[in-house]
């Protein structure tokens, strides 16, 4: 298991921006991608960014490609700076490591984080 905790969440206004942070305790994460998850109320869990191992490959859901930026720092920590927010995109966000190159389904990743909220108010 890897210890995942996310922060950064909080409450904007539509057109704002946050940042949010993960970081994994234990062995480094070689060869581990890691990626962002958002689930809102009764909706199912969604994909948003992903990274691989390295850093170099990044992949975003189409609905914030663009406005979101997913970046790896050190390898065991992942950022995603969320910008021109809108009120969709208010859910709880989830970090999560999968051992695959570029992986982007729920049932990809072994390992999660508890979550934190993002709200954006129009």
């Known amino acids: 298991q890897v210890p995942l905790v996310e922060s950064g969440g909080g409450t904007v206004r539509t057109g704002g921006s946050l940042r949010l942070s993960c970081a994994a305790s234990?062995?480094?994460?070689?060869?581990?991608?890691m990626g962002w998850f958002r689930q809102a109320p009764g909706k199912e869990r969604q994909f948003v960014a992903g990274?691989?191992?390295?850093?170099?490959?990044t992949y975003y859901e189409d609905s914030v490609r663009g406005r979101f930026t997913i970046s790896r720092a050190g390898g065991n920590t992942v950022h995603l700076q969320m910008n021109t927010l809108k009120p969709e995109d208010t859910a709880v966000y989830y970090c999560?490591?999968?051992?695959?190159?570029?992986?982007?389904?729920?049932?990809?990743?072994?390992?999660w984080g508890q979550g934190t909220q993002v709200t954006v108010s129009s």
């Open positions: 999560a490591v999968a051992q695959l190159a570029t992986p982007s389904r729920v049932e990809d990743f072994g390992d």
């Open positions: 234990g062995r480094p994460l070689r060869n581990y991608a």
């Open positions: 990274v691989d191992w390295i850093g170099d490959d």
